[in-house]
């Protein structure tokens, strides 16, 4: 699954994607097992409350099933216009 | 609908001249421009837009659609920059084209209250002291519900 991150997410945590092999059923799960693994993930998911998250580009929610997906996407609200 | 996302500048008047010449029947054209702010004080060095190319275009084309199926339009277009931008540059437009003007003002402000929140760009402001990303504000959220 390719994990994609945007704006102060992708600086938090060093990089702008990552392809990385999950057993997370949802989005949450996900999150928990990034959180794991080093303090820039605790740090980039620290308040989930400020950050988004797109699966195969469709803007979703956290508890958002990742079965079959390809791409998850976290980001801050996004500023356009 | 034309939707374009693209680092390049646009030309405002050309853009709203060839989308209104492309219209038929239609008596009202609406165009919004949206402007990089200079900052008060120390003043704005460059403004950096970063999108989610993919997800920006079909984020875009899906809002472009709604407003289609909701009012009475000829046609919708929407140009969005991203990469370096300075002070006074312009970022992005939407143009609508209906046959009364009422449903192109309409649809032209729920294409922009729409774009702000809904569509993947971030935008970050250099200054001689710094940078800091533009943060998502209530209103512009709070926005959408009266849709």
Redesign the interface.
């Known amino acids: 699954m390719d994990v994609l991150y945007f704006a102060w997410v992708r600086e938090r945590i060093g990089i702008p994607r990552e392809t990385l092999e999950t057993s997370a059923k949802t989005v949450t799960d996900l999150v928990d097992e990034l959180r794991a693994r080093e303090d820039r993930y605790r740090a980039a998911f620290a308040d989930l409350s400020a950050l988004r998250v797109a699966v195969d580009q469709e803007l979703t929610d956290f508890d958002a099933s990742l079965e079959g997906v390809r791409e998850v996407a976290f980001f801050p609200p996004m500023t356009g216009g | 609908m034309i939707i374009r996302v693209q680092p390049e500048p646009f030309d405002l008047g050309s853009e709203t001249d060839a989308f209104a010449d492309a219209q038929k029947s239609m008596g009202a054209v609406v165009t919004f421009t ?1 402007i990089v702010r200079d900052l008060p004080g120390e003043g704005l060095d460059r403004m950096e837009i ?1 999108h ?1 190319p ?2 920006t275009e ?2 875009l084309e899906k809002i472009a659609a709604q407003a289609m199926e909701r009012w009475n339009l000829g046609d919708i277009l929407i140009i ?1 920059r991203y990469g370096n931008l300075k002070a006074d540059d312009r ?2 437009m939407v143009a609508t084209s209906s046959r009364h003007r009422a449903d192109a003002f309409a649809a032209a402000e729920f294409l ?1 209250d729409y ?10 402001e250099f200054t001689t002291s710094g940078a800091e ?4 504000k209530d209103e512009d ?1 709070a926005a959408l519900d009266r849709w």
Do not use: Q, T
Not at chain 2, 115 to 124: E, G, I, Q, T, V
Not at chain 2, 133 to 136: E, F, G, K, L
């Open positions: 949206g970063e989610y993919g997800m079909k984020a969005h970022i992005m922009m774009l702000k929140s809904r569509a993947p760009f971030w935008k970050k990303w533009v943060a998502a959220e």
